[in-house]
């Protein structure tokens, strides 16, 4: 974008930021400003002015106008369990919106991924570009032969890493030549620094070194950084941009585990390999981020990720001082796998076939198809699995390009894999189950799904009801096809288990060496435990669609204390951060499911219980006259979860955003409490403006609430407690402790449904750092389900001295509602309601037994076994026990020597059956005559 003379006249404040790349090679430019202009509330600070971004927006050559982040870190080496769940505490929300670096604290690695037995063969990494976009590179380090540029796109005038010290140790995890070796010595290494000494960094800088690796031609792309906010449009774009042309892009999943819902971006990218960690023991770390993906919620359900998970824990590399150091994190997994990326890619480049077929996804598709499963994690643990070195070289190979699919089948028998799907089966009337699944597409960057999938169940009496959602286009090398399943009246009694396949055909564009469009077809393997439909006081129905959370918008964390996690990013589904609560209410017998549309959409005449669990948008008029409905006739019982709410609190708790020069004020508290409040007011039932922490005894468990609000009014009985007013306290600095706080209150009707409202989520939430109390949810549910008293002692409910909530001033809170517009004159405008969204079911298809499964599975049944022979050798280069290799693999030649002793097998065996028979029949007939000739005798 150029600024014209005129704008720069119009704006004199603002200037154009000289780059490392002249502004003739690149495709953006970035603006600054010296001083001038005010945020919306009045006070200094530099911002963009609306007219000048219309001006820009004006130009024909450009594009958009975005904001350029800056990005923090918070790195420190040590090994304390605090730094391995994601950090040090942090005192503002801006942190959190900034990206990371993902590494933790903390043996030769190279022997480990038996990178030895490649060496052997020459294959060490040679002639493969590898950048790294880190902190740099210590300049003249003894351990890195052939770094081949080093740049620095900060602030710091200096390429070297002096202070850090991460970049140094990811580069010698993938190229290290001595004392602590990398797994490919001989790749070429481009440092580019995109972190300054002080651990900060912009988008800008980002952009000015992925365009550097572009004009480099780069084979291979690390980054061991990550940050939850995968709407960060222009960082998106740009990794798409460098993956569709030819970059295989490898990134950190995050140190945010063991919880689920925390994967970082760029890692949760179709287009990206996604990189977990693994112990030493070969689990999955407990530091390792968990899927799923959370772009596609509420709507629908998220990705498998990670794609694979390597070794990341207490990793020997090269440090800032010449020698090794160790090392714990994704951030260290990261470079482990593209380590051994850079070995297979040798292998590519130095066969003019493959040469011709590398790509992200060739790539993606080698390592996910090799990788060996880590027994007893699941698919967002684990995702296609451990990293097997020589098998991915094997594999590579014999490659042909084509489509495939993660994961590579729907079992709901195999279990623990597949959870949550194993967990839970399907019946007739339960809301669609949806299995979210990444096509890879081998063929080119490009492709097309022309026809829909096909449903082909195993039998034409199945009861399974198959609807696909999918991407017509796959752009970069990747798009999904969503398997929505569900079953038809004829099954609400049927038990047992549903076979078939689904057939998903993709074409791309000719290869380089063709003029016919290339084609694939995909089989994938499918089998569903069905039951029948489970009484309707078994049935639980969660409310997805009413959640809010970062980054769609500045939402607060539930819990005012946890500083580490300052926004409420993790999805808040059942199947992320409220997986245990999940797993527990499975366990006692009860049945799951989630609402991803508004409350119109369901039947209450299914459900006992619907769950509102820690809510943050608005209800449509129609939702709350439905559920009035629902509860007074229909005899729903409701359940509600809620947690704080106070606007001078959500006012207390802002930050100044220094890439915009504003104050961000958050979008609303823990929960949204008015909203809450009209939708439970045909009960009178109104929750305070007032915030609560503190432990108690509730019958013999003890008890804790997180930030938590209290009752006001309400129908029915009530359990009280003393707590500390925590409004109180980070308002004005004062503890105050207050004694009969309501915060569980049960409105009973012995023929309508009943009504349930505890203040606080944190308890049920995984990642709530509170005491759990998954007991109170099932004494409510059994109670509501048997008519039987709680185990809770409850008494009449008494008017506290406590406020009606304030709704903060939250001007921009429409932006994330899916309910609410901008407002006119003072008063909340609705959206119309959304139409409930219905599933067709596809037609079914004949079910052919022999039809190959279409991935790269069989190509591994001809793997040469003599590898794994060397596999026991030492961890050096021509270490004890290794052996001569066997010459370059022939996946043909081992077809054709298949099938020879095939036939030679089969030939073998009928003979030796034969000469058994004979045997047997001479035999038998010998028995007959002396038993005969005794009887005789006998006589």
Same mark, same amino acid.
């Given at each position: 974008?150029?600024?014209?003379?005129?704008?720069?006249?119009?704006?004199?404040?603002?200037?154009?930021?000289?780059?490392?790349?002249?502004?003739?090679?690149?495709?953006?430019?970035?603006?600054?400003?010296?001083?001038?202009?005010?945020?919306?509330?009045?006070?200094?600070?530099?911002?963009?002015?609306?007219?000048?971004?219309?001006?820009?927006?004006?130009?024909?050559?450009?594009?958009?106008?975005?904001?350029?982040?800056?990005?923090?870190?918070?790195?420190?080496?040590?090994?304390?369990?605090?730094?391995?769940?994601?950090?040090?505490?942090?005192?503002?929300?801006?942190?959190?919106?900034?990206?990371?670096?993902?590494?933790?604290?903390?043996?030769?690695?190279?022997?480990?991924?038996?990178?030895?037995?490649?060496?052997?063969?020459?294959?060490?990494?040679?002639?493969?570009?590898?950048?790294?976009?880190?902190?740099?590179?210590?300049?003249?380090?003894?351990?890195?032969?052939?770094?081949?540029?080093?740049?620095?796109?900060?602030?710091?005038?200096?390429?070297?890493?002096?202070?850090?010290?991460?970049?140094?140790?990811?580069?010698?995890?993938?190229?290290?030549?001595?004392?602590?070796?990398?797994?490919?010595?001989?790749?070429?290494?481009?440092?580019?620094?995109?972190?300054?000494?002080?651990?900060?960094?912009?988008?800008?800088?980002?952009?000015?070194?992925?365009?550097?690796?572009?004009?480099?031609?780069?084979?291979?792309?690390?980054?061991?950084?990550?940050?939850?906010?995968?709407?960060?449009?222009?960082?998106?774009?740009?990794?798409?941009?460098?993956?569709?042309?030819?970059?295989?892009?490898?990134?950190?999943?995050?140190?945010?585990?063991?919880?689920?819902?925390?994967?970082?971006?760029?890692?949760?990218?179709?287009?990206?390999?996604?990189?977990?960690?693994?112990?030493?023991?070969?689990?999955?770390?407990?530091?390792?981020?968990?899927?799923?993906?959370?772009?596609?919620?509420?709507?629908?359900?998220?990705?498998?990720?990670?794609?694979?998970?390597?070794? *990341?824990?207490?990793?020997?590399?090269?440090?800032?001082?010449?020698?090794?150091?160790?090392?714990?994190?994704?951030?260290?997994?990261?470079?482990?796998?593209?380590?051994?990326?850079?070995?297979?890619?040798?292998?590519?480049?130095?066969?003019?076939?493959?040469?011709?077929?590398?790509?992200?996804?060739?790539?993606?598709?080698?390592?996910?198809?090799?990788?060996?499963?880590?027994?007893?994690?699941?698919?967002?643990?684990?995702?296609?699995?451990?990293?097997?070195?020589?098998?991915?070289?094997?594999?590579?190979?014999?490659?042909?390009?084509?489509?495939?699919?993660?994961?590579?089948?729907?079992?709901?028998?195999?279990?623990?894999?597949?959870?949550?799907?194993?967990?839970?089966?399907?019946?007739?009337?339960?809301? %669609?189950?949806?299995?979210?699944?990444?096509?890879?597409?081998?063929?080119?960057?490009?492709?097309?799904?022309?026809?829909?999938?096909?449903?082909?169940?195993?039998?034409?009496?199945?009861?399974?009801?198959?609807?696909?959602?999918?991407?017509?286009?796959?752009?970069?090398?990747?798009?999904?096809?969503?398997?929505?399943?569900?079953?038809?009246?004829?099954?609400?009694?049927?038990?047992?288990?549903?076979?078939?396949?689904?057939?998903?055909?993709?074409?791309?564009?000719?290869?380089?060496?063709?003029?016919?469009?290339?084609?694939?077809?995909?089989?994938?393997?499918?089998?569903?435990?069905?039951?029948?439909? %489970?009484?309707?006081?078994?049935?639980?129905?969660?409310?997805?669609?009413?959640?809010?959370?970062?980054?769609?918008?500045?939402?607060?964390?539930?819990?005012?204390?946890?500083?580490?996690? %300052?926004?409420?990013?993790?999805?808040?589904?059942?199947?992320?951060?409220?997986?245990?609560?999940?797993?527990?209410?499975?366990?006692?017998?009860?049945?799951?499911?989630?609402?991803?549309?508004?409350?119109?959409?369901?039947?209450?005449?299914?459900?006992?219980?619907?769950?509102?669990?820690?809510?943050?948008?608005?209800?449509?008029?129609?939702?709350?006259?439905?559920?009035?409905?629902?509860?007074?006739?229909?005899?729903?019982?409701?359940?509600?979860?809620?947690?704080?709410?106070?606007?001078?609190?959500?006012?207390?708790?802002?930050?100044?955003?220094?890439?915009?020069?504003?104050?961000?004020?958050?979008?609303?508290?823990?929960?949204?409490?008015?909203?809450?409040?009209?939708?439970?007011?045909?009960?009178?039932?109104?929750?305070?403006?007032?915030?609560?922490?503190?432990?108690?005894?509730?019958?013999?468990?003890?008890?804790?609430?997180?930030?938590?609000?209290?009752?006001?009014?309400?129908?029915?009985?009530?359990?009280?407690?003393?707590?500390?007013?925590?409004?109180?306290?980070?308002?004005?600095?004062?503890?105050?402790?207050?004694?009969?706080?309501?915060?569980?209150?049960?409105?009973?009707?012995?023929?309508?449904?009943?009504?349930?409202?505890?203040?606080?989520?944190?308890?049920?939430?995984?990642?709530?750092?509170?005491?759990?109390?998954?007991?109170?949810?099932?004494?409510?549910?059994?109670?509501?389900?048997? *008519?039987?008293?709680?185990?809770?002692?409850?008494?009449?409910?008494?008017?506290?001295?406590?406020?009606? %909530?304030?709704?903060?001033?939250?001007?921009?809170?429409?932006?994330?509602?899916?309910?609410?517009?901008?407002?006119?004159?003072?008063?909340?405008?609705?959206?119309?309601?959304?139409?409930?969204?219905?599933?067709?079911?596809?037609?079914?298809?004949?079910?052919?037994?022999?039809?190959?499964?279409?991935?790269?599975?069989?190509?591994?049944?001809?793997?040469?076994?003599?590898?794994?022979?060397?596999?026991? *050798?030492?961890?050096?280069?021509?270490?004890?026990?290794?052996?001569?290799?066997?010459?370059?693999?022939?996946?043909?030649?081992?077809?054709?020597?298949?099938?020879?002793?095939?036939?030679?097998?089969?030939?073998?065996?009928?003979?030796?059956?034969?000469?058994?028979?004979?045997?047997?029949?001479?035999?038998?007939?010998?028995?007959?005559?002396?038993?005969?000739?005794?009887?005789?005798?006998?006589?």
């Amino acid at each position: 974008a150029v600024v014209s003379t005129q704008s720069r006249s119009r704006y004199p404040a603002w200037f154009r930021v000289e780059g490392r790349i002249p502004t003739e090679r690149s495709d953006f430019c970035v603006i600054g400003s010296g001083g001038g202009g005010k945020g919306v509330d009045g006070k200094e600070g530099t911002v963009l002015d609306e007219r000048l971004k219309s001006e820009l927006l004006g130009h024909d050559k450009v594009s958009g106008v975005y904001k350029d982040k800056i990005l923090t870190v918070d790195l420190k080496s040590t090994s304390s369990r605090d730094e391995m769940y994601g950090g040090t505490e942090r005192s503002s929300y801006l942190d959190f919106f900034q990206r990371k670096l993902m590494s933790v604290t903390s043996r030769s690695i190279t022997s480990l991924v038996q990178a030895p037995v490649l060496w052997r063969r020459g294959i060490t990494g040679k002639g493969v570009k590898v950048a790294i976009l880190d902190t740099g590179l210590q300049a003249n380090h003894p351990h890195f032969r052939h770094v081949m540029d080093a740049i620095d796109f900060t602030d710091d005038n200096d390429h070297s890493d002096q202070v850090i010290g991460h970049g140094t140790f990811v580069a010698g995890v993938i190229a290290s030549s001595r004392d602590c070796l990398g797994i490919a010595p001989d790749s070429e290494i481009y440092s580019l620094k995109v972190f300054n000494s002080k651990q900060i960094s912009h988008t800008s800088w980002f952009l000015e070194a992925f365009n550097y690796a572009l004009q480099t031609d780069i084979d291979i792309l690390n980054l061991s950084i990550g940050g939850p906010d995968f709407m960060d449009t222009l960082f998106v774009k740009k990794v798409m941009e460098l993956t569709s042309r030819g970059v295989i892009f490898v990134s950190a999943l995050g140190n945010d585990g063991p919880h689920y819902g925390t994967l970082n971006n760029p890692a949760d990218q179709l287009d990206v390999i996604g990189v977990g960690g693994l112990s030493y023991e070969d689990e999955v770390a407990d530091f390792s981020s968990r899927g799923m993906t959370l772009w596609e919620l509420p709507y629908g359900y998220g990705r498998v990720k990670p794609d694979i998970v390597t070794y *990341g824990t207490a990793i020997r590399g090269s440090s800032l001082k010449g020698s090794c150091r160790y090392l714990t994190g994704t951030s260290v997994a990261s470079p482990v796998a593209s380590g051994m990326i850079a070995l297979i890619t040798q292998v590519m480049k130095d066969n003019e076939r493959l040469q011709r077929v590398k790509s992200p996804a060739s790539m993606k598709q080698i390592l996910m198809t090799s990788a060996e499963r880590v027994k007893g994690s699941n698919m967002f643990e684990q995702g296609s699995g451990k990293v097997n070195l020589i098998r991915a070289y094997e594999l590579a190979k014999g490659y042909v390009p084509q489509i495939t699919v993660s994961p590579d089948r729907i079992d709901w028998t195999d279990c623990p894999y597949m959870w949550p799907y194993c967990s839970q089966p399907v019946y007739h009337t339960a809301m %669609p189950v949806i299995v979210n699944m990444t096509l890879i597409n081998g063929m080119a960057s490009t492709g097309e799904i022309r026809t829909p999938p096909t449903w082909h169940p195993k039998t034409d009496s199945s009861v399974l009801e198959v609807a696909f959602e999918y991407s017509s286009a796959l752009f970069p090398w990747s798009g999904y096809v969503a398997v929505v399943i569900s079953v038809g009246v004829t099954g609400k009694e049927t038990v047992g288990t549903e076979e078939g396949y689904i057939l998903v055909t993709v074409t791309s564009p000719p290869s380089s060496e063709d003029i016919t469009e290339q084609t694939s077809t995909v089989k994938i393997p499918v089998k569903i435990n069905v039951i029948p439909t %489970p009484s309707r006081g078994k049935r639980i129905l969660w409310d997805q669609f009413h959640s809010l959370g970062y980054p769609v918008g500045p939402f607060p964390r539930d819990n005012l204390n946890l500083q580490t996690s %300052p926004l409420d990013w993790n999805g808040d589904h059942i199947h992320t951060n409220f997986n245990e609560m999940y797993n527990y209410l499975r366990s006692k017998g009860y049945f799951v499911e989630v609402l991803n549309q508004n409350f119109r959409c369901f039947d209450a005449l299914n459900y006992g219980h619907l769950l509102l669990v820690d809510l943050e948008d608005e209800f449509f008029k129609e939702e709350i006259q439905k559920l009035e409905v629902d509860v007074n006739k229909h005899g729903l019982n409701v359940i509600v979860f809620a947690d704080w709410y106070n606007y001078q609190i959500i006012k207390h708790i802002k930050f100044f955003d220094d890439n915009t020069k504003q104050w961000v004020i958050p979008q609303g508290g823990g929960a949204n409490i008015p909203a809450l409040n009209k939708l439970l007011s045909p009960w009178n039932i109104v929750l305070s403006d007032k915030v609560w922490k503190g432990k108690f005894t509730m019958t013999s468990h003890t008890m804790e609430v997180a930030s938590a609000s209290s009752l006001l009014s309400f129908p029915g009985d009530v359990f009280t407690t003393s707590l500390v007013d925590e409004t109180a306290e980070i308002l004005s600095s004062s503890t105050l402790t207050v004694g009969d706080v309501p915060i569980l209150g049960v409105a009973r009707t012995p023929v309508n449904g009943s009504i349930a409202v505890y203040t606080d989520s944190s308890c049920l939430d995984s990642v709530g750092h509170t005491v759990k109390c998954f007991w109170l949810l099932e004494d409510i549910l059994r109670g509501f389900t048997t *008519g039987k008293e709680l185990t809770v002692p409850l008494q009449p409910f008494k008017q506290p001295k406590f406020r009606y %909530p304030k709704v903060a001033s939250t001007a921009l809170f429409h932006r994330y509602s899916r309910v609410v517009k901008a407002s006119t004159g003072g008063q909340p405008s609705y959206r119309d309601i959304p139409v409930c969204r219905a599933h067709n079911p596809v037609p079914k298809q004949a079910y052919n037994n022999s039809y190959p499964i279409g991935q790269l599975h069989s190509r591994l049944l001809s793997i040469n076994h003599k590898l794994d022979s060397e596999m026991g *050798g030492g961890g050096g280069v021509g270490g004890a026990g290794a052996r001569d290799m066997l010459s370059d693999y022939n996946y043909e030649a081992d077809v054709r020597v298949f099938y020879i002793l095939g036939i030679i097998t089969a030939v073998s065996i009928v003979v030796v059956l034969y000469f058994l028979y004979s045997v047997y029949s001479l035999f038998h007939k010998k028995r007959i005559v002396l038993y005969k000739v005794r009887t005789r005798r006998g006589v």
